[in-house]
C-alpha cells in the first residue's frame, strides 16, 4: 500500500514538473519550437512521461492552456460578480479593475505570455482559449457598453469601446517593446491597484465620452440615409 501511494505521489510530482516545464517552454518559444525531449529534460523526467501522463505534446499544451483557462475564467467570474445589481458604469469599472489586478501580480506573466503567443501563432488548441475566454468577456463588456450607449451590442462603435479597453492592458503585457519604451510593471499591490483603478477611469471616461456625442452621431446616421 506504502509503495503503492509513494508511486502515485512520484507520478503526480512529474505531471507536475511536466505542466510547470511547458508552461515556461511553450511561452518563450511558442508550441511549435519546443520538443517533447525540451520539455522532459527541464522537467527533469523520462522521455515517455509526457505520453504517459497527456498522450502527445498537443494533449500536454491542450492541458497547460486549460489551466490558464480556468484561472482567468474564475477572474471573469469575480469580475462580473462584483457589478452584480451595479449600473453598467459601475460594472465596467469594476470588471476592469478586477481583470487588470489579475493581469498584473506577479506569477501569472508566464500563462498571459503563453496565450498571447496562442493567439499570434493559433494552434488547434485556439478554439478553446477563444470559446472560453476571448468571447464570453467580450460578449460580457459589449453588453455593459452597449447599456451604457443605449445602443445594441453588436453596433461597431461598442465595439471599438471595448477593442479600447482591451487595449489599454497591452503596454503592461510581458513583452521587450514595452520594456524598451519605459512601461514597468508595477510590483506592489499598491501600486496594482493604482494602476489597475487608473485603466477602469479611462476606460468608464472613454465610454462616457462616446455616450455624449451619442446624439450627434444618431443625426449623422439619419441624414446619410
Not at 508566464?110 to 464570453?136: K, N, S
Not at 517593446?177 to 479611462?202: C, K, N, S, W, Y
Request: glycine share 4%.
Amino acid at each position: 500500500m506504502k509503495k503503492h501511494s509513494a508511486a502515485r505521489a512520484s507520478d503526480l510530482e512529474t505531471r507536475e514538473r511536466l505542466l510547470a516545464a511547458a508552461e515556461r517552454l511553450f511561452a518563450d518559444r511558442g508550441f511549435k519550437k519546443v520538443t517533447v525531449r525540451d520539455i522532459c529534460r527541464e522537467a527533469r523526467a523520462n522521455v515517455a512521461a509526457v505520453n504517459y501522463h497527456f498522450g502527445d505534446k498537443l494533449g500536454l499544451y491542450r492541458e497547460v492552456m486549460q489551466i490558464g483557462i480556468d484561472a482567468i475564467r474564475a477572474t471573469t467570474d469575480a469580475g462580473r460578480k462584483a457589478g452584480e445589481r451595479q449600473p453598467p458604469e459601475e460594472q465596467l469599472r469594476r470588471y476592469v479593475v478586477v481583470w487588470m489586478t489579475r493581469l498584473l501580480t506577479p506569477g501569472h506573466e508566464t500563462i498571459h505570455r503563453l496565450m498571447q503567443r496562442e493567439l499570434q501563432d493559433p494552434t488547434p488548441a485556439l478554439d478553446d482559449l477563444v470559446d472560453a475566454v476571448v468571447r464570453p468577456r467580450l460578449d460580457y463588456l459589449s453588453a455593459v457598453v452597449a447599456r451604457m450607449l443605449d445602443c445594441d451590442p453588436k453596433d461597431q462603435i461598442v465595439m471599438r469601446c471595448v477593442a479600447a479597453t482591451q487595449a489599454q492592458a497591452v503596454a503592461y503585457m510581458p513583452n521587450p517593446i514595452a520594456a524598451r519604451l519605459g512601461f514597468t510593471r508595477p510590483q506592489t499591490p499598491a501600486q496594482i491597484d493604482e494602476v489597475a483603478r487608473h485603466m477602469a477611469e479611462f476606460a468608464v471616461g472613454g465610454v462616457k465620452a462616446v455616450a455624449r456625442r451619442a446624439p450627434d452621431r444618431a443625426a449623422a446616421v439619419r441624414s446619410s440615409r
